[in-house]
């Protein structure tokens, strides 16, 4: 018997094992691991591990689990711990990258929200794990006078703000850096705001950016509006 092959066949089951919380039988060990060797023979060496004291049979299974004489066993002298380091430091990364992101669309939804409420219009962002744009404060475009007044206007915008990703990509048509700039009226490319005024820059925040920006009636505080997105860009950016 190969001491060399009973070492990987209690691999293989504290593999399976790991992964599914199953027990484990030797045609899973023979065919998902790719002994070759004859079905008797894996029995054979799971037979020794078992009398080692290496594995287990739960009552309830005609399987096998790794008993804890196996898991050290496996610990000490069988684990590739390079390419467990190698799959540990991606999946950090990859953790690292996604809560990196997580955390710019909180602060960003944050700003959002502060910019609807200071200027009592819609505002809107963009985050950097998701092209659509997203609107808070659709509702202060009903109380504006302008669009109580004029349903049909009213309901155009609404119908642009739901096509978010239209709207994302005329955003990217204009030129928007690092300023704060002001598309009044007409200067706006889609016609159905064209009633509508825009507050629009470009934030940048832990290696990410995105557009933030106030929606409203041409009747508006312009100075004010755009000082407010200056400032909560600021806070993004923070």
């Known amino acids: 018997m190969s001491e060399e092959r009973k070492k990987r066949v209690l691999q293989a089951i504290i593999k399976h094992f790991v992964e599914t919380a199953e027990p484990v039988g ?3 060990v023979l065919v998902s691991y790719q002994f070759h060797v004859s079905p008797a023979t894996i029995r054979n060496d799971m037979a020794a591990l078992e009398k080692e004291g290496y594995i287990a049979q739960p009552h309830t299974s005609a399987g096998r689990i790794p008993t804890d004489k196996g898991y050290r066993l496996f610990v000490d002298e069988m684990a590739d711990y390079k390419k467990a380091r190698e799959l540990a430091i991606i999946e950090l990364n990859h953790i690292r990258e ?6 710019v669309r909180e602060k960003l939804h944050d700003a959002v929200n502060l910019l609807a409420r200071a200027t009592k219009s819609v505002s809107f962002g963009t985050t950097p794990d998701n092209p659509r744009a997203f609107f808070l404060g659709m509702s202060n475009v009903l109380r504006q006078p302008e669009f109580m007044d004029n349903s049909v206007n009213a309901s155009e915008v609404f119908e642009v703000l739901e096509k978010s ?3 994302v990509n005329t955003l ?4 928007v850096k690092d300023s704060v700039r002001a598309y009044i009226g007409e200067e706006n490319i889609i016609p159905q705001i064209q009633s509508c005024s825009i507050i629009v820059t470009k934030y940048k925040k832990d290696g990410f950016d995105g557009y933030l920006g106030v929606l409203g009636p041409k009747r508006m505080n312009y100075p004010y509006n755009i000082v407010l997105t200056e400032e909560v860009k600021k806070l993004i950016e923070k």
Request: proline share 0%.
């Open 165 to 167: 990703d239209n709207f």
């Open 172 to 175: 990217a048509s204009l030129t």
């Open 26 to 28: 030797s045609n899973t």
């Open 98 to 103: 996604e809560y990196k992101v997580e955390k």
